[in-house]
């Protein structure tokens, strides 16, 4: 999702949740979409949202992740792919 984005803007760095939220509203390929209202990509913020809570049990709790919940997120992340790939990035 960086790619997609670009770096933050100066002295700013991209946070977890930030990124998301960056992401889901979609300026990165339509920069004059509206600032209120929802994002672009709203259907994709929960999956990522849970892809990044999976990610933190995982690394800080080692909490194991069933195979269907594995392959749910696995989803998640090959559709942020394939959105990247089709709306181009930075």
Known sequence: ???AL???EEGKVWRHLAI???FVRGYWFAPNHSKTGPGLLEDKRLPLRRLYSYRIK???DAIDIDQHNLEQLLKAVKQVIDIIDEKGGR
Do not use: C, E, L, V
Request: without cysteine; charged residues 25%.
């Open 20 to 22: 998301i939220k960056h």
């Open 6 to 8: 670009g770096d933050p």
């Open 1 to 3: 999702m960086w790619a």
């Open 58 to 60: 995982s690394d800080y």
